[in-house]
């Protein structure tokens, strides 16, 4: 990443603040205004260890904080935007909240890293509707998909 | 690992060995889930209050998907103790879950499950999660599993 600045400390702050986040071994990643979320193999992911295979609540909790991420980024962006470029020190947006999810599983999860990226399909003034996609090797081998509206911030 | 696999798949495995298993699979253990109860074909886990788990450090809230991860597992106990057949593995197919409310801080969460439908190939699984009392939950979950299982006698054909 070339960009740095409280955008990009926004993102590391997550992973490293947030104890849930830190627990699962996410990392974040932007590009323009896309999170690609990475969560690294590690043994602890795992759910089947006959296969093996990831937990699939690990991959279910992956995918959710992809779609937080994906929201506090844009939320972030906004506020930048808003605020004439800067967002100001110790900026900490509110955190939106998941009203309801489904997890597709479309195969099992092995033993690798698991990347993730998640689309806003509508913003509203106080729900957002997003899709999300994980996968492995291969990003056109989806290895779950989930889509959720959450809360944002003052609808609370 | 064998002995998971004995099991849930030596055909000797008790409820509650089923339980004690599936608890005790890595990401389960590693959240430090518990076994409650496998009565009735049905599944009670408990997942204890973590700082490790916290979602948002203003208020000490779980993680959302701490609450999924624990409903995932319920199902799937659930799956495998209903009493309907003698299922040798699942997959999750597809969860649902709706958010009620925040799992109160420093409480543990509860989790129960209860499969009401096994087809040859698939499982249906309904669970609530709560932490202080069952009528206040915090979430619900509506799950489908995909089950191997050893066929039962004079069973009916269907999915």
């Known amino acids: ?156 | 690992m064998t002995d998971l696999q004995q099991r849930l798949t030596g055909g000797v495995a008790t409820p509650e060995g089923i339980g004690v298993a599936m608890v005790g699979l890595p990401h389960s253990n590693a959240m430090g889930m518990r076994l409650v109860s496998t009565e009735n074909g049905e599944a009670v886990l408990m997942l204890p209050y973590s700082k490790d788990l916290v979602g948002d450090v203003a208020t000490g809230v779980l993680g959302g998907g701490a609450i999924t991860a624990l409903l995932d597992t319920c199902c799937g106990t659930a799956v495998f103790v209903s009493k309907s057949a003698k299922i040798t593995s699942t997959a999750t197919l597809d969860l649902r879950i709706d958010y009620m409310r925040p799992a109160t801080p420093g409480k543990d969460v509860y989790a129960h499950a209860e499969c009401y439908r096994v087809t040859r190939s698939i499982a249906f699984v309904r669970a609530l999660a709560w932490t202080e009392t069952r009528d206040k939950p915090v979430a619900t979950a509506s799950a489908a599993f995909i089950v191997e299982r050893t066929p039962q006698k004079g069973e009916e054909k269907s999915a």
């Open chain 1, 1 to 156: 990443m070339t960009e740095t600045g409280a955008h990009s400390d926004l993102l590391d702050g997550l992973s490293s603040s947030i104890p849930y986040i830190r627990f699962l071994g996410l990392v974040f990643e932007r590009r323009g205004d896309e999170i690609t979320a990475l969560m690294p193999y590690k043994p602890d992911l795992i759910g089947n260890p006959l296969l093996p295979a990831l937990h699939g609540g690990a991959t279910g909790a992956f995918l959710e904080i992809t779609a937080v991420t994906q929201l506090v980024s844009d939320t972030a962006l906004g506020d930048k935007a808003a605020a004439g470029g800067e967002l100001p020190e110790g900026y900490a947006p509110v955190m939106p909240k998941p009203i309801d999810i489904t997890f597709d599983y479309l195969r099992s999860g092995k033993a690798l890293d698991t990347y993730a990226r998640a689309l806003v399909q509508r913003r509203g003034r106080r729900v957002a509707n997003v899709r999300i996609e994980a996968w492995q090797e291969e990003r056109s081998k989806l290895i779950a998909t989930a889509h959720g509206n959450f809360l944002l911030g003052s609808g609370a």
